[in-house]
């Protein structure tokens, strides 16, 4: 090989990075980091999010980079340098106000007026991605807290889903003498299921209205209706409600064991829809949804509102237009149908109105169903809060690893609270708790 | 001139090393989030991570671990490869076989135990469960969950203690192993005599390692349990892995970071005294 050729070649070998920015793109390209995605959810984003997208947007190209579950350290580190993509992914808004606050994010306010995104999403939800009054994320999906249940298995032993508190205490129990697990649940492949029942119990239990005051600091979480419900989750755990195997146990395999009628109930989270055709297969409709019963005087079921992930722009990107296109393509009706069509519970964006929305026939009607409670509630004021979406990040760990100590005899429902309330307040005067939107 | 060549070598050690380790010993010092401007605090974050009983579990576990690395492996290593020297029919199969844990990936080491071995569900602990005999899931109970990880660790790391000591075993005088065979020494009694006092720099050195690497501890208990439950099996590298990531509390992150390199600092000054020492003599 001469000089020449090996310095064309090497030239060209340099610019195959590129390649993708330059030579395929057909229009101006608009990156997006997303977390890890199965091969059927990912062929679902290429045909309904990127193929949808780059036909509606001949002069953008839409590019989705797969970055797995390490996505928010990855994001941070690019944002932090300088890089990163146009289309911000975050895992929720208490990651967003560090962000704005440090300049990584473009404010949205211009883009929300000018493109109908004050009409067209629940406003509460813009109040959530707000810092220091200006928009800076809005969520891509939001979801909520309920309890799945088993029809068949509940028919077979004379049950009923369960209305109120002392109902679904009385099918534990009953499920508990016929030997099946009550909840099915666990931790092994991801520990954060903890704050769901926490959650639950705190929203169901101690009611959403104390969940308000503490979280704008109007009374601590060592508060006495905290107390009584951290005091009832503990119940729950030393009667055996969540089972002998809680921390062996996946999500898709407490899923399973729900579906294969060893449990009659699943206290979970709207995203365990996506999981209903898989393991009930031509039994869809043997899987019940209620919202989880509340304690007396809370009336019906509390919807605690949840945001698993937000969409902002990159301070730094080099085409804030794209990436809004994109963004807002999100948030049309025709996207919200196509993709809840064939992926349900991770891309429930929060629209106004859904009765322009067309869901295929083959989704369980009760998906539909619970979102449009769901947007009701909200839309009513309503709702409860997760702790995933309105805590800050230090209490939210806190309260996930410390619920364990309280199950397993190591720590006092009431040194869980003080703890979960010290590093609460210090997250508070760090100006670290995300937006509460008022109620 | 020929001090040029050290060039390569220094500016990697001075960018991969010294820069992220003076930049974490400052961070120590500052509150940040990861995200925005590193604030002076002093001392503020060791005060805390000093008043943090989580801090002082993980310390013990570290220390348990490097007590339980610091006998088991290396005890099983000595002794397989003393037999394989003395027996040294099939050696090279056994070397084989002792070291492959060593070669899988340490995520498919950890999934296949935890999948396969100790599930309840999927593993042979439910199998045995199921036929009548009781076998509890190890990393689910707070009193075993740090033994349950450190036997997934012990089963790939071993065989490797092994070749190395083969390796070195192999380096004794042939004339010193055969000498004490006609005094008529026993198996003990040769190991004890003969052979371990061949191979005691290697041992040494290995022993040294262990420690630096028992408080470096992250793969398996973070794939395996992430510490839990109720931080039962938290180590200070996974306690600094939840505070950088998890809590955004990156400077209490440093901190902890800055713990596990004393104990390794520790460890490697008393090693180059003790090759100094034998040096002199």
């Known amino acids: ?439 | 001139m020929h001090r040029l060549y050290l060039i390569p070598t220094l500016l990697i050690n001075v960018v991969i090393i010294f820069i992220p380790a003076a930049l974490t010993i400052a961070l120590a010092f500052c509150r940040w989030d990861g995200i925005g401007t590193p604030v002076f605090i002093g001392l503020a974050n060791f005060r805390q991570l000093f008043a943090d009983r989580v801090f002082w579990m993980a310390l013990g576990n570290n220390i348990i671990w490097t007590a339980i690395f610091l006998t088991v492996p290396i005890a099983m290593g000595l002794l397989a490869a003393t037999m394989m020297l003395i027996a040294r029919r099939g050696s090279a199969f056994f070397q084989v076989i002792y070291f492959l844990p060593m070669v899988i990936a340490t995520a498919i080491t950890a999934r296949v135990w935890q999948g396969m071995i100790y599930s309840p569900l999927t593993g042979i602990a439910g199998l045995v469960t199921r036929a009548g005999f009781p076998v509890p899931n190890p990393l689910t109970q707070p009193s075993t969950a740090l033994y349950g990880i450190a036997v997934v660790d012990l089963w790939h790391w071993w065989g490797f203690l092994c070749v190395i000591f083969f390796a070195a075993l192999r380096q004794v005088p042939q004339e010193q192993i055969e000498a004490a065979r006609i005094e008529g020494a026993s198996f003990w009694q040769m190991l004890r005599y003969v052979l371990l006092p061949g191979i005691r720099p290697t041992i040494t050195l290995m022993m040294i390692m262990t420690i630096i690497w028992s408080f470096l501890v992250f793969d398996f208990v973070y794939i395996l349990t992430q510490g839990g439950p109720a931080f039962s099996s938290e180590v200070l590298s996974t306690l600094a892995y939840r505070s950088a990531f998890y809590d955004l509390a990156v400077g209490k992150a440093a901190a902890v970071a800055v713990v596990i390199s004393l104990f390794g600092l520790a460890t490697t000054a008393f090693y180059i005294r003790l090759q100094a020492k034998e040096f002199d003599q």
């Open chain 1, 1 to 439: 090989m001469d000089r020449r050729t090996f310095l064309a070649g090497s030239l060209g070998a340099s610019l195959v990075p590129f390649m993708n920015r330059m030579a395929f793109a057909a229009g101006k390209p608009v990156t997006w980091w997303y977390e890890s995605a199965a091969p059927a959810q990912q062929e679902a984003i290429a045909n309904v999010l990127v193929a949808g997208f780059n036909a509606a947007h001949p002069d953008y190209s839409l590019a989705i980079d797969y970055r797995g579950s390490e996505l928010d350290k990855q994001m941070r580190v690019a944002l932090l340098s300088g890089n990163g993509p146009d289309v911000v992914y975050t895992a929720g808004p208490s990651y967003v106000a560090p962000m704005a606050r440090a300049g990584q994010l473009l404010a949205l306010d211009d883009y929300a007026e000018k493109l109908g995104w004050n009409k067209r999403v629940l406003p509460v939800f813009l109040e959530m991605g707000k810092y220091d009054g200006k928009l800076y994320a809005v969520p891509k999906t939001y979801e909520t807290l309920g309890l799945f249940y088993n029809k068949a298995v509940l028919n077979k032993n004379g049950w009923k889903a369960p209305t109120t508190l002392a109902e679904m205490e009385a099918l534990a129990d009953e499920a508990l003498k016929a030997k099946l697990v009550p909840f099915a649940s666990g931790n092994a492949g991801w520990r954060g299921n903890n704050e769901h029942y926490v959650t639950i119990v705190f929203n169901s239990i101690a009611g959403p209205e104390n969940v308000y005051k503490a979280l704008t600091g109007e009374i601590p979480w060592t508060a006495e209706p905290f107390v009584a419900a951290i005091n009832k989750l503990n119940d729950w755990w030393q009667k055996g409600y969540f089972g002998p195997d809680y921390f062996s146990l996946e999500t898709e395999q407490f899923f399973a064991q729900m579906a294969a009628g060893r449990s009659p109930m699943l206290p979970s989270g709207t995203w365990h829809f996506q999981y209903i055709q898989s393991y009930f297969k031509e039994n869809a409709d043997q899987c019940g949804f209620v919202g989880f019963p509340s304690a007396e005087g809370l009336g019906g079921p509390v919807y605690a509102l949840g945001v698993g992930s937000t969409l902002s722009i990159a301070a730094a990107s080099q085409n804030p237009d794209g990436a809004a296109a994109a963004i807002d393509y999100v948030f049309s009706p025709e996207f919200y149908g196509a993709m809840n069509s064939v992926w349900q519970g991770e891309w429930n964006t929060p629209l106004v109105d859904l009765s322009m929305v067309k869901i295929s026939n083959d989704v369980p009607a009760l998906y539909a169903e619970t979102m449009k409670t769901l947007a009701e509630s909200v839309a009513k004021n309503q709702y409860g809060y997760t702790s995933w979406t309105f805590l800050p990040p230090a209490t939210d760990t806190q309260l996930i690893n410390g619920i364990e100590e309280v199950w397993l005899g190591r720590a006092t429902v009431a040194d869980y609270l003080a703890q979960l309330d010290a590093t609460f307040q210090q997250e508070k005067a760090d100006g670290k708790v995300p937006a509460v939107p008022a109620r």
